[in-house]
């Protein structure tokens, strides 16, 4: 067991000055909240807010996987397989049952972060290949399931939602206000999600990465640690799912095969495995550049593909390296969050 | 026994060798290089493309254009090892070829070089599904007693027991089986002895490769569908096969391939058509739980 009280270097001096981080916080959160939708409503095209909606739901799932993946270096292949649980357990729970948004969201999320653990119940003993190979095999299974359950999913028809997000009687019916319900959740998650790896678990989890046995001889509980990580994770996975059937209105089991799955971990790894920065950078540029490559036409995922092969082959520890990420964070956001220096190896 | 199920017997066994034959590639590739090759089933589809490039444009006999498959897939697997191997594998000590980096290092450029290429096929032929001449097609019925077969399974049977023949023959007869066998049993010390790990890849690819090509275009001519994402699901179940084989040993990954090509073809009768994938995910979940060697596992440390 690890001590959450345990003593970190909170006495050494922060780079940057408290006020500047802060600062540079609020100006991202007044570009995401602020300029970003101002930009769109005065383009005034519908299709842009509905690219951004979807950017930012990815960004939630790279910033998720890069949790499992990254920090913990557990290959998942079976990712999109949750990112659909938790999209089915919303859009059946508001069709079936008509219950709100803020019901279905947590539920759609508690209900994958509970197949996650299901599933890492017997597979976190399993390491690297093997474990990838599990989750691959998991991800076709819930896929499958999805596809043929016709009575329950309503198989290759997918789910329609008729009702709008409406959130303590206030409907959001706009693109634009989605897009702000969709902006909040996603700075909620990924504020979460930084925390937790920046946090003693995230540094735990970097030592399982590292050196599972070693870890294990310094009193850490991997198993333990894994499940919980895997079940966060998946956790963030269905809330994005929840997110994007509430706010795109359709679902089907094509949403989340295989191939969805690579895509998120192409995110991860073209934005560097294991900086959370890079992650959402990932998920940005590989959502944003067949929109930008419209000119390519059809050979938009053959772009995506290449791109995925030139970081791994270039810049194998992608675009922002865990280390310069972890430079970075510590120049720019750290003495925003209380100036702990805890991030990485000292 | 019933009729019914001996003809569904014959089905899963043609299936099987099917699964087994793409298997032997991963179980090879997997022995000498000991990383999973990810982009295994775009060299299937290959094949297949090939295949109908030969009989569209070219007129060949079945006969060529199984050749042709052939070599299509043995040329894509050089090309593959080439672009998506050959830059990982920049230091050849022990250490490094077992490493979990380099590892998922070429896990990830693999899956990257099978997404460009499933999207160039899918560029350049559409999504759709082919069209094959009838004549081509591989489903001419024959009688066999009470029983009916088709001339495709036979044909599937028949070609890839030649090419398992084959294999064995290349393996424990020729030098370059040799040399496969004794980098796949110890790079460092193959190398020390002057055999040239380079050259080894290379062939281990190409025989690999080629046999899932000719897969791809039997398959193709027998159930008439070639489309650019034909290669996931075989090479997924022939993956599944190598688990349950022990993931480096030949016998076992066709046996477990012949094991799971029946068990679907029977699991036909029980449930519905798209439930019959669950048979080979299940497996998968049950051998990695109950038996991470693999069921006829050759003894490898879990690393």
């Given at each position: ?297 059809d050979?938009?995922?053959v ?44 | ?6 003809m569904?017997?014959i089905n899963g066994l043609s299936a099987g060798m099917i699964y087994a034959l793409i298997a032997i590639g991963f179980t090879l590739i ?7 090759n990810f982009a295994h089933g775009e060299m299937y589809t290959i094949g297949a493309f090939g295949g109908l490039v030969c009989i569209t444009a070219l007129n060949w006999p079945l006969a060529l254009v199984i050749i042709a498959a052939l070599a299509a897939g043995g040329l894509a697997g050089i090309v593959l090892e080439r672009l998506a ?25 693999s899956?990257?070089v099978s997404i460009i290429v499933k999207e160039l096929i899918q560029y350049f032929f559409g999504a759709e599904m082919q069209s094959i001449p009838t004549q081509y097609l591989l489903n001419d019925p024959i009688p066999v007693?009470?029983l009916s077969f088709s001339n495709g399974q036979f044909l599937i049977l028949g070609s890839s027991i030649l090419m398992l023949g084959g294999l064995q023959y290349v393996l424990?007869r020729t030098?370059i089986g040799?040399?496969i ?20 890849i290379i062939a281990t690819f190409a025989v690999g490769s080629m046999m899932g090509g000719a897969a791809g275009i039997l398959v193709g001519l027998y159930y008439g569908a070639i489309f650019p994402s034909m290669g996931f699901a075989p090479s997924i179940k022939a993956f599944?096969a190598m ?7 030949i016998?076992?990954a066709v046996?477990?391939a012949l094991?799971l090509g029946v068990?679907e073809a ?38």
């Amino acid at each position: 067991m690890y001590n959450p009280e345990a003593p970190d270097m909170t006495d050494t001096k922060p780079v940057t000055s408290p006020l500047r981080s802060k600062l540079l916080t609020a100006g991202l959160l007044l570009i995401v909240l602020a300029v970003i939708p101002g930009t769109l409503s005065v383009l005034g095209k519908s299709y842009y807010t509905q690219v951004a909606n979807s950017a930012l739901i990815y960004c939630i799932l790279a910033a998720s996987m890069n949790l499992i993946t990254g920090t913990a270096g557990l290959l998942c292949l079976g990712h999109a397989a949750f990112f659909g649980i938790g999209a089915y357990t919303a859009a059946l729970l508001a069709t079936n049952f008509g219950l709100p948004f803020v019901v279905t969201l947590p539920l759609g999320g508690i209900v994958a972060g509970l197949g996650g653990v299901l599933v890492a119940l017997p597979t976190m003993r399993l390491i690297s290949i093997y474990f990838a190979v599990a989750t691959l095999g998991v991800g076709e299974i819930i896929h499958v399931t999805l596809l043929n359950w016709v009575p329950v999913t309503r198989g290759p028809m997918g789910v329609q939602i008729y009702d709008p997000i409406t959130i303590f009687g206030h409907q959001f019916t706009s693109l634009l206000s989605i897009y702000y319900v969709i902006a909040v959740l996603a700075c909620i998650s990924i504020y979460i999600i930084w925390r937790l790896t920046n946090s003693y678990f995230g540094n735990a989890l970097r030592s399982v990465r590292e050196d599972d046995q070693c870890a294990e001889a310094m009193g850490i509980n991997v198993v333990k640690l894994k499940i919980q990580a895997f079940a966060i994770s998946t956790f963030f996975a269905g809330l994005a799912g929840a997110i994007m059937a509430h706010s795109i209105g359709y679902i089907s089991p094509d949403s989340f095969q295989f191939s969805e799955s690579i895509l998120i971990l192409a995110m991860v790894v073209v934005g560097g495995l294991g900086s959370l920065p890079g992650g959402i950078f990932g998920a940005l540029l590989l959502i944003l550049l067949p929109e930008v490559a419209r000119g390519l036409g059809d050979l938009r995922m053959v772009a995506v593909g290449v791109v995925m092969f030139l970081s791994i082959l270039l810049l194998p520890k992608g675009i922002f390296g865990e280390v310069s990420a972890i430079d970075m964070a510590r120049k720019q956001f750290n003495a925003a969050w209380g100036g702990r220096q805890s991030v990485g190896w000292k | 026994m019933d009729t019914y199920y001996l003809m569904q017997i014959i089905n899963g066994l043609s299936a099987g060798m099917i699964y087994a034959l793409i298997a032997i590639g991963f179980t090879l590739i997997f022995g000498v290089l000991n990383v999973v090759n990810f982009a295994h089933g775009e060299m299937y589809t290959i094949g297949a493309f090939g295949g109908l490039v030969c009989i569209t444009a070219l007129n060949w006999p079945l006969a060529l254009v199984i050749i042709a498959a052939l070599a299509a897939g043995g040329l894509a697997g050089i090309v593959l090892e080439r672009l998506a191997f050959k830059p990982f594998r920049r230091f050849q000590d022990e250490a490094s070829l077992k490493s979990r980096a380099m590892r998922e290092a070429t896990l990830l450029s693999s899956l990257a070089v099978s997404i460009i290429v499933k999207e160039l096929i899918q560029y350049f032929f559409g999504a759709e599904m082919q069209s094959i001449p009838t004549q081509y097609l591989l489903n001419d019925p024959i009688p066999v007693g009470p029983l009916s077969f088709s001339n495709g399974q036979f044909l599937i049977l028949g070609s890839s027991i030649l090419m398992l023949g084959g294999l064995q023959y290349v393996l424990y007869r020729t030098r370059i089986g040799l040399s496969i066998r004794a980098i796949s049993n110890n790079p460092l010390g193959a190398k020390y002895v002057g055999l040239s790990v380079d050259r080894t890849i290379i062939a281990t690819f190409a025989v690999g490769s080629m046999m899932g090509g000719a897969a791809g275009i039997l398959v193709g001519l027998y159930y008439g569908a070639i489309f650019p994402s034909m290669g996931f699901a075989p090479s997924i179940k022939a993956f599944v096969a190598m688990v349950m084989g022990g993931l480096s040993s030949i016998p076992g990954a066709v046996v477990c391939a012949l094991i799971l090509g029946v068990c679907e073809a029977l699991a036909t009768d029980f449930m519905a058509q798209g439930w019959s994938d669950m048979v080979a995910y299940a497996f998968l979940i049950l051998t990695l739980i109950f038996f991470p060697q693999g069921i006829f596992g050759a003894r490898r440390e879990r690393v």
